[in-house]
């Protein structure tokens, strides 16, 4: 089944200690993104890769981090999160911006509900 | 750059009526047009899409026609139910903008069904 795979779903956590959500997917997508969604904020991206060892900025990269030394998984890293970084997370995956696969449909986890207190 | 607008609502319907969850967009060349739901607790899913004029998209009972001329997708269900309560988020993915992978979505309609 074609799926992106979000870990750990919740988490509640403490200012300032580091955590990783992890995201997996196995539809062999180049393209795969972090978004954080705050009400009446929409979706708003926060990193995204092209593909194995290519990242970069979203619109809201401000205390994240991110790698992809595999092609498959996308981890997104908090390294001393703040209160502000509560939200709701989400990784996407999709084919990159070419011809015919501007026509397929971007990928979403489940969600990650992080609380930072 | 792209952009999408739709109604934020919350919007509250009682079961059976009509729905409708209007979406305009902005973008250069042809874009493909996304519907994505989004259920309480739950990831965003596909409902439907259509990649090119005059296409139409359907699922579950919903639809969506893309009008190039009136750059519009709008959402239409004949009658809802209470499972339909979720936020539905309009998108497009084009050749510019949106994040390098052409995506840009509107901020999401919160639709609540009453029985």
């Known amino acids: ?117 | 750059g792209n952009s999408v607008t739709q109604m934020e609502g919350p919007v509250t319907l009682s079961e059976e009526a009509f729905l409708t969850i209007n979406c305009t967009y902005t973008a250069t060349g042809y874009p493909s047009l996304f519907w994505y739901v989004q259920y309480p607790g739950e990831g965003l899913q596909l409902l439907l899409k259509a990649t090119k004029a005059d296409d139409k998209g359907s699922n579950k009972g919903f639809e969506a026609t893309y009008r190039k001329e009136t750059t519009s997708f709008h959402l239409e269900k004949g009658s809802v139910q209470v499972s339909d309560s979720a936020v539905y988020f309009c998108a497009l993915r084009g050749l510019s903008g949106g994040g390098a992978d052409g995506l840009t979505f509107g901020k999401g309609t919160h639709l609540i069904i009453q029985p």
């Open chain 1, 1 to 117: 089944e074609a799926q992106v795979t979000q870990n750990p779903r919740y988490l509640i956590t403490v200012t300032g200690k580091k955590l990783t959500v992890t995201c997996s997917q196995n539809m062999n997508h180049e393209y795969m993104s972090w978004y954080r969604q705050d009400p009446g904020l929409g979706l708003r991206q926060i990193y995204y890769s092209m593909n194995v060892e290519v990242t970069d900025k979203g619109d809201v990269p401000e205390g994240y981090k991110v790698s992809r030394k595999e092609k498959r998984n996308f981890p997104l890293i908090l390294e001393s999160p703040s209160p502000n970084q509560t939200s709701l997370y989400f990784c996407a995956s999709s084919f990159t911006r070419t011809g015919r696969a501007l026509r397929t449909e971007a990928f979403f986890g489940q969600g990650t509900r992080l609380t930072v207190v």
